[in-house]
C-alpha cells in the first residue's frame, strides 16, 4: 500500500468516527478552540493532519486511539478515482 492510500484510510475513518459519534466539524472546533475551517482543512488535505490533532479529536469524541486505528486498518481504500466512479453510477 502507498501513502497516499494510506492517507486517505485514515481520513476517511475520521470522517466515519465523527459522523458515527454525532459530532460536527464545526463544534469539534469549537471545543478544541480552532479556528473556523481548520477540521475541514484537515480532511480535504488542505492541511498536514498531526497525531496531536487526531488524538484531540478523537478524545473529544469518544473514541480511544486503538479503537480509531483498528477501525482505519478495516475500511477500503477509497481514493479520488473510486470517489468519481461512484459518482457516475
Known amino acids: 500500500m502507498d501513502v497516499e492510500e494510506e492517507v486517505s484510510r485514515h481520513l476517511q475513518a475520521l470522517r466515519y468516527v465523527l459522523k458515527a459519534s454525532g459530532w460536527t466539524q464545526v463544534r ?9 475551517r481548520h477540521v ?5 488535505r488542505k492541511k498536514i493532519l498531526t497525531f496531536e490533532e487526531l488524538f484531540a479529536i478523537l478524545d473529544l469524541i469518544g473514541y480511544t486511539p486503538a479503537e480509531y486505528f483498528r477501525l482505519a486498518t478495516t475500511l477500503p481504500v477509497r481514493t479520488t478515482a473510486s470517489r468519481a466512479e461512484e459518482g457516475q453510477s
Open 28 to 36: 469539534v472546533q469549537q471545543r478544541l478552540g480552532w479556528r473556523q
Open 40 to 44: 475541514s482543512d484537515l480532511l480535504n
